[in-house]
């Protein structure tokens, strides 16, 4: 299985140490899942977005109160 060797520093270390022990992980399973867990996040939050930026128009027309107001590109 691929590898990572990652250098820390002694303080990043012992902060990593700490949150590991704090869910009961190792330092090796808590620094893989942690990367796992962002590339989920960064994934949702991508897809999150496409969706909204899809259906904006739609949410905009079913909820006018909540629509932001036109700039229209006037001054004020």
């Not at 330092?27 to 867990?37: E, F, G, N, Q, T």
């Not at 962002?38 to 904006?56: G, T």
Request: aromatic share 10%; charged share 30%.
């Amino acid at each position: 299985m691929p590898a990572l060797n990652i250098e820390f520093t002694e303080e990043e270390l012992a902060a990593i140490r700490e949150a590991a022990a704090a869910d009961g992980k190792s330092i090796k399973a808590y620094v893989h899942d942690l990367s796992v867990r962002e590339q989920q996040r960064r994934r949702f939050v991508e897809r999150a977005a496409k969706f909204w930026n899809e259906h904006m128009a739609e949410f905009d027309a079913a909820f006018p109160e909540e629509a932001p107001p036109s700039t229209g590109g006037a001054a004020a």
